[in-house]
């Protein structure tokens, strides 16, 4: 049934309808022609089960079985991995839009749930200020009026807030969800500065993979990919790619829209239950790094073969300098070789900026600065070079992976 109300784009109460009414549902659902259906809201309470169990792909991985049973998929077939934007049903709207209208949406719950105490605790030009929906073309046009609107939302918000969190207000009203989404968005989009609330800038904004974009769907978040720009969340699908093979959806995955790289490990997690890991796993940048290359050829026996990230040292952007591919690595002797014959002088394992495992090696001043070459190696005034490279495993792998891109089987692949 929900399968059938996917296909062909129904609400649910249009689904019910063609339920009672259309001969082809009757039978593809094997139901007699008298047969009068069921209330709408049937469905979701079916979905809302499927959740709450955590069984919302039971269907699906039926369907993988029967699949592998029929040798439809094969074993270690080669599979590639890409995404597309979903949408959330919603307005898109600008951060002032969302302040206001998540302030009336805290209002209209605590109208219905406790209005007794909200009259007591309300300004009485709330009613005007908040009782339509916030709308852009309503709002001024100029920075500083609408940074002055959005501190005016700010200050009304922080009142609200104040009087549910306040000794004597009943403790449930901070459990009313609209009212912990004002708490969340003032939190995002101010900051409190003495006696004032100031509006945050676009840059101290939090960033999109946790910013809420709006007050009736939190989890959807705005993102973008080239030039499509989308509020909602990302669809993940794997498929077999095998040449004159069929080409059959062997994942699917949901997140956050913002999200690709985070999601590899996870796609090989859930194809190794289902025993459909490929030799071959196709992705495109977002879905590898160096990290990724290793683990899935070692946890998995995942070939990941996709373009890697360029390389934004100035050395190898201009191609006319010594980048860190020029250099000579000894890992059991934990030394560097340059193209001008020199070792280096130090060797330190450290974290950099991202969290991530590197070595840090340094070479000598004195070496460094004798050579003419100098000024196509390092700009640096302390006239000695320094290189950053992965751990020996990564580092590898990503030699590797660089190395094969060029080849005419990659191209191929």
């Not at 940074?147 to 200050?155: D, F, H, S, V």
């Not at 989308?230 to 913002?258: D, F, M, Q, R």
């Not at 683990?295 to 990230?309: I, S």
């Amino acid at each position: 049934m929900s399968i059938l109300q996917f296909l062909e784009g129904l609400t649910d109460r249009q689904a019910a309808d063609a339920v009672r009414s259309r001969i082809d549902w009757k039978y593809l659902l094997c139901l007699d022609l008298s047969d009068v259906g069921f209330n709408h809201s049937v469905l979701s309470e079916f979905r809302t089960r499927l959740v709450t169990a955590g069984v919302e792909s039971l269907i699906f991985e039926k369907l993988l079985q029967f699949c592998q049973e029929r040798g439809w998929l094969k074993p270690r077939s080669r599979q590639r991995t890409d995404s597309t934007h979903v949408l959330a049903a919603i307005r898109a709207v600008t951060r002032l839009e969302c302040a206001g209208e998540t302030l009336r949406a805290a209002l209209n719950a605590l109208a219905v749930a406790a209005p007794d105490w909200l009259i007591a605790h309300s300004q009485p030009e709330w009613a005007d200020r908040y009782s339509e929906r916030i709308e852009d073309n309503h709002l001024p046009k100029s920075k500083s009026q609408r940074i002055k609107q959005a501190e005016l939302y700010g200050k009304d918000g922080l009142e609200l807030l104040n009087a549910v969190l306040a000794g004597n207000s009943p403790r449930w009203l901070r459990q009313i969800l609209a009212v912990e989404i004002l708490r969340k968005v003032w939190v995002q989009q101010y900051y409190c500065c003495e006696l004032s609330i100031i509006w945050r800038t676009q840059q101290e904004a939090p960033p999109a993979s946790v910013m809420i974009s709006s007050p009736y769907e939190p989890d959807a978040h705005y993102a973008k990919k080239h030039t499509t720009s989308w509020v909602g969340y990302k669809a993940h699908l794997s498929e077999t790619c095998e040449p004159g093979e069929l080409h059959l959806i062997t994942n699917v995955e949901t997140t956050a829209a913002p999200v690709d790289g985070d999601m590899t490990d996870s796609i090989h997690t859930s194809l190794a239950n289902n025993t459909l890991l490929s030799s071959k796993h196709i992705v495109d940048t977002g879905y590898l790094d160096v990290e990724l290359l290793v683990t899935a050829q070692e946890q998995y026996q995942v070939d990941l073969l996709g373009p890697t990230r360029t390389n934004l040292r100035w050395q190898a952007k201009e191609a006319k300098g010594f980048a860190a591919d020029d250099f000579k690595v000894n890992w059991q002797n934990q030394s560097l070789t340059c193209p001008e014959g020199k070792s280096s002088v130090s060797w330190t394992p450290a974290i950099d900026g991202r969290n991530n495992e590197v070595v840090k090696i340094k070479f000598a001043a004195s070496d460094c600065s004798v050579f003419p070459s100098l000024h196509i190696c390092t700009r640096s005034q302390r006239q000695r070079r320094a290189v950053t490279l992965r751990p020996e495993a990564q580092y590898k792998a990503l030699q590797q992976a660089r190395q094969r891109e060029p080849t005419s089987e990659y191209q191929q692949d």
